[in-house]
C-alpha cells in the first residue's frame, strides 16, 4: 500500500497549521502506524519548536535540492517514535521550485511509511505540484478574515482535483465567531475536527512536548484522538489517551481524601 499523504494547508498564517500537523502525526504514530512528518514550511519551520527537535544543518532543504538523500534527512522523534524531516534554519526564506515538490511526493509515494503529514508554509505554494497527495487537510478559525482564505483554498482545490477536508482550530464559543452550523453549510464539504482554544498548546510548546503526549485527556487531545479515528479506524480504542480502570478508582478515592494542611 503506497502512505497516505496529507498536506496541512491554510491560505493565512498563524491558524493552527503545525499544532495541527505534529500532534497528528505524534497521536498516527502512537496508535502503531509508521508516520513520517515533514516540516515543508521553508520559510518559517516550525515543527522542531513543538517536538523538542534540534533544528541541524541538515533537513528538508539538503533534500529538496538533492544534497542529501531521504535517509540522510530522517531523524526519530524519541518520545513517540516519529520519524520527522525538519525544517532548516536559515534567516533567507526558502521557495522551492514547484518540480522539486513534484519529485518530493514521487519520493514520498514510494517510501513505505503508512501516513505523510506535511506542514506547508501559508499560501498557494504552486499547488498543481501537491496533485499526488492523498488529500489536503485545511485549517481555519472560526472568523472570517480565516475563513474567506479557506473558502477560496477550497475551490483551488477543487480545480485542481485535489481531496480536501476541513478542521476548525481555536473555537472559543464566543457570539462572534462563525459557528461551525454555517461553516458546514458553505464549505459543503466535510468537516473533520473542532478543536478548542486550549491552554495545553501555549504549555506544550513551551515544554516542548505535543499536547497529545503531555496531557492526554485535554479537550484538544480528545479531540485529535477523534480526527486520527477518521484515518486509523481499524485502531478505535486507544486506551493510552483514557485514565486506566485504576486510576478512575484512585481518582475517586483520592477526590474524598482530605487535603493534607
Ligand atoms: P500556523 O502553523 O498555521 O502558522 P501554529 O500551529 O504555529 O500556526 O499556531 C500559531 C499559534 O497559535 C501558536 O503559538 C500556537 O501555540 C497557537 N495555537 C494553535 N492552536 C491552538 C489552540 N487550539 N489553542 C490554543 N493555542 C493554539
Ligand atoms: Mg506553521
Redesign the pocket.
Given at each position: 500500500m503506497p502512505p497516505y499523504i496529507i498536506r496541512?494547508s491554510?491560505l493565512?498564517?498563524?491558524?493552527?497549521?503545525?499544532?495541527?500537523?505534529?500532534n497528528l502525526a505524534v497521536m498516527l504514530q502512537m496508535r502503531g502506524h509508521r508516520t513520517l512528518l515533514v516540516d515543508c514550511?521553508t520559510t518559517?519551520p516550525?515543527v522542531g519548536f513543538?517536538l523538542g527537535m534540534e533544528t541541524s544543518n541538515i533537513g528538508i532543504i539538503s533534500w529538496l535540492k538533492s544534497q542529501a538523500q531521504l535517509d540522510e534527512v530522517v531523524a526519530v522523534h524519541s518520545a513517540s517514535g516519529l520519524r520527522v524531516i525538519n525544517g532548516q534554519i536559515d534567516m533567507d526564506p526558502y521557495l522551492p521550485d514547484p518540480r522539486m515538490i513534484t519529485r518530493m511526493l514521487n519520493e514520498l509515494g514510494k517510501s513505505n511509511y503508512e501516513f505523510i503529514i506535511i506542514?506547508t508554509r501559508?499560501g498557494y505554494d504552486g499547488i498543481t505540484s501537491w496533485r499526488s497527495i492523498s488529500e489536503a487537510l485545511i485549517?481555519t478559525l472560526p472568523e472570517v478574515p480565516s475563513y474567506s482564505g479557506t473558502i477560496r483554498s477550497a475551490k483551488d482545490f477543487d480545480k485542481t482535483g485535489i481531496k480536501h477536508k476541513l478542521v476548525v482550530?481555536?473555537?472559543k464559543n464566543s457570539k462572534y465567531e462563525i459557528q461551525i452550523d454555517e461553516i458546514n453549510e458553505t464549505y459543503e464539504n466535510k468537516i473533520v475536527g473542532a478543536?478548542?482554544?486550549?491552554?495545553?498548546?501555549?504549555r506544550?510548546?513551551s515544554e516542548k512536548i505535543p499536547a497529545v503526549l503531555l496531557d492526554q485527556n485535554s479537550k484538544?487531545s480528545v479531540q485529535m484522538l477523534r480526527l486520527s479515528n477518521i484515518y486509523a479506524p481499524n485502531n478505535f480504542f486507544y486506551p493510552r489517551i483514557y485514565e486506566s480502570f485504576m486510576d478512575i478508582i484512585r481518582r475517586i478515592i483520592n477526590s474524598f481524601r482530605k487535603p493534607k494542611a
Open positions: 496541512v491554510s493565512k498564517g498563524g491558524v493552527g497549521k503545525t499544532t495541527i500537523a505534529t514550511d518559517n516550525s513543538f506542514d501559508p485549517v482550530n481555536r473555537i478543536f478548542p482554544e486550549d491552554p495545553i498548546i501555549p506544550s510548546v484538544f
